[in-house]
């Protein structure tokens, strides 16, 4: 019998985050205070983020020591297995090797713990007693919720309203552990109010519910804002992931030629492909790493590499990355993860030196790619992870056409438990592909332009 | 740190499953024929089950061989993970050590598939194309449709018309593994039909379910019947359970003075209590098993113990068992999985000769329970799951009390994420004790005395 989970002991978990900042060919552009469009300092963002973040995000550090207290809380689900896919590769019949990290065995069911649990530390070592955050469809509104529930802290989650309707599930999974969710735009804030004043019947969106989180805690002085993606931070926290993967291949004599994860803001791709382009930026490794986005939403492959907001509202600071712009509005997809117009800065600087590659998948393919999963593998992934898998198996194919066995690595970001209802759809013949007219793309980076 | 998870690696996976039989002070009583109630033979069940089965249903061997190909499967997820629960421990201020078997991490998520897949095996080999089976809240359903996913089986599933309705998600997922679910009773089956005729509204319930399978399986040459619990060889699979604990316990020099798991028709709590009651008859080792019911559906606390059906419409053999009567029909509560009137006969002869307890609880202590344990330890039970939370619970506050610093396992059996809307109803208030009226189970057993 093949052994197909590769377990790391808890004793061998890493003990430190990798920054990969310290290894970039090209360093990144700063952020810009929205206001004076000048380099942002700590002071632009001291009120809202602890200054232990505020640091790690500007940090030049190569390795950063994962706190006592954090790797204690990893160690409730961490470190979690890497699987070797022998099911799906006999389906596929690829001569390619194909392993999968399951990031979906966490109690919130994806990696988002792993910067939750960091946050939420930070900022109670800084004295905070409160978190805000938006969240979608809840995968980080449900991880921020049990971070702060271990660290014994408020936490206020603005839930995009059409999302708090269609996904009970998630917000229950938030009450569970302690965490206040409302149906964003609320009428306790003013950004909130403004919607609600045009329009009473607003569903929200991700854009107005991080105004609404970032109003919240930048008028009180208990309370910080939590970002689940994007910032540099973020990224660093997620590292665990493919420091785990490095490990877990090294105990079966394997080094990945792939390295695969989906991409929205990027957390999860960062968290499984930095610690190999440390190796292929240091050690000349030949690993290549994809990002892998929705075709109704392909930032990296069809976006600008420019100056943007974080936000519609144009409250965050300006940050250098591949964007569709702040006003781009993606089409309903299944995949609520990755339906962000931006990139996380590292993740754009990376692409933009050739670093990383990027591909886009439309749905009805990303579907199907799970349901070959659900059905060799078991595990039900939740839709923006399927994106990753549609490319693993892509990519095995291609290694099947060309005869060629290679290791490929990707991230099971999150399982789908809460995502059947996108399931039934597919099942039912009722996911198509979307593409975004190419026009509305340009249009909206066209307005880029102004900004800077 | 200290570490959580005590993990078997995949080649000291438990390569046998142990049989009770061999091993009991009183033997089972024979099932009887419900026609003429005399001792079954294997050619009355022949109609709905394979020989290899049916021989396990009756075996006295000591352990029975796994086969390869369900180790196979079984290695998808198994050896489950078993936990030290240090947050739960901390929170309750006890000195006892509480462990937990983490059966959650099934892709059914649940400890179902343990049986699920060696009866699709076992019947696989006897050249069966297709299995039907019922299910309630659909974790058996579920399960059942992985495991004919996995054997490239057809697999028919009666669902409970207000599941059905009500619990989309585990359809959904039946789905996507392949299986065909209906909302039973359906036109396809006499019994479905004879109620439809005299209710054409009705919700359906699992006696009703259950007879629509037999009918489904006992009418074609190519079908078999499969059942989640309540029979020997369901028992016997999932003792694995019980066997790996054993090892990861004594991984760290550890054996434990309580065993618990929840009981509805016996499986769970079979699986990881009779691998300890091996030690306890054989060896004279003094722990105790403690078998946790709803207070609503008491069947081992209140029931009595004699031959009844499995189901309303007396379809089944008569087995000998504690039994609330056939007719019984337990109250609404959220721990749909332990509604069931019976239990299995091995379970009831243990009980009855008082080699192991059982308790009941009420629904509110126990989603109390619950949300303890989903705000120390992270993970979210099902409420089925809970009552076993809850006796662990109540152990370690009566060691916290007498000071005595005991070792306490149970069986996390699976985990809730389907759930959620119970955990609504709690956090809501809406969740009350349904204390069953004591005349009215005296009354359904009374009615037992005429059948044998």
């Known amino acids: 019998m ?3 989970k590769i377990i790391l002991p808890e004793k061998d978990m890493p003990r430190r985050w990798y920054n990969i900042q310290a290894d970039m060919p090209n360093p990144l552009q700063p952020p810009l205070n929205p206001a004076t469009k000048k380099p942002a300092g700590p ?3 001291s009120a809202i983020f602890p200054m232990a973040l505020i640091e790690q995000e500007v940090s030049s ?3 950063i020591d994962i706190p006592e207290e954090v790797l204690n809380i990893y160690s409730m689900w961490r470190p979690s297995p890497l699987y070797r896919a022998y099911k799906l590769e006999e389906a596929l019949g690829t001569p390619a090797k194909i392993y999968y990290k399951h990031e979906g065995v966490s109690p919130a069911g994806s990696h988002k713990p792993n910067t939750a649990v960091a946050q939420a530390y930070y900022n109670k070592a800084a004295g905070i007693k409160r978190l805000s955050t938006e969240t979608g469809a809840g995968q980080w509104g449900s991880s921020l919720a049990l971070a702060c529930n271990y660290f014994d802290m408020e936490c206020k989650v603005f839930m995009v309203k059409i999302s708090y309707t269609q996904k009970p599930y998630r917000r229950s999974m938030m009450e569970v552990w302690g965490a206040d969710v409302y149906a964003s735009p609320t009428e306790m804030t003013k950004s909130g109010r403004d919607v609600l004043a045009k329009d009473a019947d607003s569903n929200g969106s991700l854009g107005i519910a991080i105004s609404e ?3 919240d805690a930048a008028g009180r002085d208990d309370t910080n804002y939590s970002l689940g993606s994007v910032l540099n931070h973020v990224m660093l926290h997620q590292t665990i992931i493919g420091q785990e993967c490095h490990k877990q291949l090294e105990m079966v004599g394997e080094y990945p030629d792939f390295v695969i994860g989906c991409c929205g803001g990027g957390s999860n791709f960062a968290g499984i492909s930095f610690p190999f382009l440390h190796d292929k930026i240091r050690d000349d490794r030949k690993v290549r790493a994809i990002a892998v986005e929705p075709e109704a939403c392909p930032t990296l492959s069809k ?9 519609v509202a144009m409250y965050t600071p300006l940050l250098m990355m591949y964007t569709l712009g702040h006003d781009f509005m993606p089409p309903g997809i299944h995949a609520g993860g990755l339906r962000y117009h931006g990139e996380s800065p590292l993740v754009s600087q990376l692409y933009n030196d050739g ?6 998948y439309g749905q009805e393919g990303v579907f199907e790619a799970a349901l070959t999963f659900s059905r060799t593998e078991g595990i039900l992934p939740a839709p923006e992870t399927a994106h990753a898998i549609k490319a693993a198996i892509d990519v095995a194919m291609e290694c099947k056409e060309a005869g060629e066995e290679k290791t490929i690595l990707f991230n099971l970001s999150g399982h789908g438990h809460f995502d059947l ?3 039934d759809d597919y099942l039912a013949g009722k996911i198509k592909d979307v593409d975004y007219p190419q026009e509305l793309i340009d249009q909206s980076i066209a307005s880029l332009e102004k900004i800077v």
């Open 61 to 63: 550090e190569r390795f």
């Open 43 to 45: 002071e632009d963002l």
């Open 355 to 360: 670093l990383i590659e990027a591909r886009a």
């Open 303 to 311: 976006g600008a590499f420019t100056y943007d907001y974080g936000d």
């Open 421 to 423: 209802t996108a399931y």
């Open 2 to 4: 093949k052994e197909r």
């Open 213 to 215: 989180a970032v109003e």
